[in-house]
């Protein structure tokens, strides 16, 4: 069978999209080459804001009409919410954001018998997390695991709760397990990912959290720097931020969920943290991890957001001068409480608010990239041309060094300048 796949979305979808993939090597299909019409294609689609959903509908309909006489399946957060929409689109195979080696069987089903399926599960009643094979971010060097799934902290913009379900984390053992097999296969980097890693544990017996998996990780793969996915502000203590540093195997970048600087807006959004907290756990970070790359999620024009809310976010992005920041203006996402607040902002409101931002935004990341001049930093090397090597420093710059077979290399670099958003260096 020939196939082709589609990811729309976040880390945990990627993640998913390589273990289908992996299944259907590993039952001899093949990816179709350019040009070359499929049997059966899968989309894994998103659903975060109404735009994603839009988005998932065109990917579905563009390949759909580029291969006529292939299956069709659509699986992931969009199809889990609105199922018959994608059926309406010819779905032939219909999951939701679980059951993913489910949904290759009935592909393989489909495709040998013409007979479709619908598969769309209750969120609320998943217990386990489905185990999925750990694999490939980029080449033979970056990897991911998904050590969590699902989310109930309901934010009020967030439909992730209710097309996740409730918490499901990978035991340690088996995060262990897939740790050291993704070391010996030679991979040098490993991203631990989920939808809420914060809540890592909670739901398992002798409730372990996120720092447990983590160390645990790191005694399991000698040879792998750790990489961590999204992370919530209120998993930042002094104990996560020492147990994490005494590893001596973390990558210096953390990627806070934000959404705004305003305490009143962080209420509607029913966020679980103060602009106090966030800042302290930036303090923390940095104190752990001298000089980290800290970047961030923010939402603008959120309902009932006023120009003053608006430039107490703007201070306070500033006084927590972040390496870089994902701006999004608010979108909204029928089926949240905050799509049926008064005060909705209008376009104009919400996308002048993110250019601010924006401009905010790109003075500290020129500042952060300045900042690496000097410095020594550690680079895992990935790609080359022209006798150059590049690959991404532990604090999540791309640093470009001369060299020769670097590839899949981690080695100290010292920054000598900055070319757009490349850092430039010399081989320790
Ligand atoms: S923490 Fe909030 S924003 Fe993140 S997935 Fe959960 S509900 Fe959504």
Redesign the pocket.
């Known amino acids: 069978m020939r196939y082709i796949i589609a990811t729309l979305g976040c880390k945990v979808n990627q993640y998913e999209t390589q273990a289908m993939e992996t299944f259907l090597r590993e039952r001899g299909h093949v990816h179709a080459a350019a040009g070359e019409s499929a049997d059966a294609i899968i989309v894994n689609t998103c659903a975060v804001t109404a735009e994603s959903g839009r988005k998932s509908r065109q990917l579905i309909r563009r390949l759909k009409d580029e291969n006529p006489d292939a299956v069709v399946a659509v699986c992931g957060c969009y199809s889990q919410i609105e199922p018959e929409a994608v059926k309406e689109l010819g779905a032939d195979v219909i999951f939701g954001a679980n059951n993913r080696k489910a949904l290759v069987d009935a592909v393989e089903k489909a495709y040998l018998s013409g007979e479709g399926c619908r598969d769309i599960d209750e969120p609320f009643k998943r217990r386990v997390l489905e185990k999925l094979p750990a694999g490939a971010v980029s080449g033979r060097t970056r990897a991911m695991l998904k050590i969590q799934d699902g989310?109930v902290?309901?934010?009020t913009?967030?439909i992730?709760?209710y097309t996740?379900g409730r918490l499901r984390s990978l035991p340690i053992e088996d995060a262990v397990y897939e740790t050291a097999k993704l070391n010996a296969e030679g991979f040098k980097e490993i991203i631990l990912t989920g939808?809420?890693v914060a809540s890592y544990g909670a739901d398992l017996p002798d409730k372990p959290n996120l720092a447990d998996v983590i160390v645990a990780c790191a005694e399991a793969a000698p040879d792998m720097r750790i990489r961590l996915g999204s992370l919530?502000p209120t998993v930042i203590t002094e104990d996560f931020c020492r147990r994490l540093a005494a590893t001596g195997r973390m990558c210096r970048h953390f990627h806070l969920?934000l959404q705004s600087g305003c305490d009143r807006t962080l209420k509607a959004m029913n966020r679980k943290y103060d602009t106090a907290h966030f800042y302290s756990a930036v303090e923390l970070l940095r104190k752990y991890f001298p000089n980290c790359g800290l970047t961030c999620d923010l939402i603008t024009g959120f309902p009932g957001e006023t120009d003053a809310d608006q430039l107490e976010t703007l201070d306070f992005i500033q006084k927590c001068a972040f390496s870089d920041m994902h701006i999004f203006p608010y979108s909204r996402r029928p089926g949240t409480p905050a799509d049926s607040m008064p005060d909705q902002c209008t376009r104009a409101v919400k996308d002048a608010r993110a250019h601010e931002a924006q401009r905010i935004c790109e003075r500290m990341h020129r500042e952060f990239l300045d900042s690496c001049i000097g410095q020594t930093l550690p680079v895992l090397f990935e790609t080359s041309e022209d006798g150059y090597f590049t690959g991404h420093s532990d604090t999540y710059v791309l640093v470009k060094a001369k060299g020769e077979a670097l590839r899949g290399k981690t080695l100290d670099v010292r920054i000598t300048a900055v070319d757009g958003e490349i850092l430039l260096g010399e081989l320790i």
């Open positions: 989310c902290n309901f934010c913009y967030c992730i709760p996740r939808i809420e919530e969920s």
